[in-house]
Structure formats: structure tokens, C-alpha cells
Nanobody, 123 residues
Framework: QVQLVESGGGSVQAGGSLRLSCAAS??????VAWFRQAPGKEREGVAGIYTGTSRTNYADSVEGRFTISRDRVKNTVYLQMNSLQPEDTAMYYCAAASRVDGDLFYQEAYNYWGQGTQVTVSS
């Protein structure tokens, strides 16, 4: 049973930082992405990475503030979030898949999802 376990969420004030972690219980994923869902809104892609090439993609709303990275040894993907704003408040999910091409934010491509970690940013 493949598991993705997120951690690192919490409550911060605007302008603060958080680092989310997504630890995978097995290897072999070719893509990992972070998605978020705010109350009353659809889930949206935030940042993604192809593990083979390290090619990344970011949503326009987080470009320059968020950084996705990967630790091969720990089999963990991180999302460093800086300059957080109240509009970043959401449940954050990591997702992983073996698919090697296509849009990193195409949700149907992902086989495995974590349970989510809450991020709350106050003004």
C-alpha cells in the first residue's frame, strides 16, 4: 500500500513562511505535485516536479514565492512557502504518479494522494 504523508502545515501571519513535506512510502514516482483546496473552491495545482528531470511548474499565484524540491535519499518532496498571504489559506495535498509526461497539474494523472495538511494565513 503506497502512502504519501504530508506534514508541516500550520498557522502563520501574512508574510511568514512554512515548509511542507511529503514523504512517500515507496519509490518509482515520476511526478509529484502539490495541490490545494480552499473552502468553497475547486482543488488547484500549486507546484509540481518531474523527479527524473527535476523540471518544475508553478501556479502563477505562487511563482517566486513557493519552491518545490526533492530529497532523493529521504524520498521526500518539499514545498517551501514564503511570503504567505491570506489567500494561500487552504488544505494542501501532495500527489504522486508514474506518468512521465503531460501537464503536472492534471489531477486525473495522479494515482496516489496524501491526507492533506492545513495551512492558515492570517492578515
Amino acid at each position: 500500500q503506497v502512502q504519501l504523508v504530508e506534514s508541516g502545515g500550520g498557522s502563520v501571519q501574512a508574510g511568514g513562511s512554512l515548509r511542507l513535506s511529503c514523504a512517500a512510502s515507496s519509490y518509482g514516482f515520476n511526478r509529484v505535485a502539490w495541490f490545494r483546496q480552499a473552502p468553497g473552491k475547486e482543488r488547484e495545482g500549486v507546484a509540481g516536479i518531474y523527479t527524473g528531470t527535476s523540471r518544475t511548474n508553478y501556479a502563477d499565484s505562487v511563482e517566486g514565492r513557493f519552491t518545490i524540491s526533492r530529497d532523493r535519499v529521504k524520498n521526500t518532496v518539499y514545498l517551501q512557502m514564503n511570503s504567505l498571504q491570506p489567500e494561500d489559506t487552504a488544505m494542501y495535498y501532495c500527489a504522486a504518479a508514474s506518468r512521465v509526461d503531460g501537464d503536472l497539474f492534471y489531477q486525473e494523472a495522479y494515482n496516489y494522494w496524501g491526507q492533506g495538511t492545513q495551512v492558515t494565513v492570517s492578515s
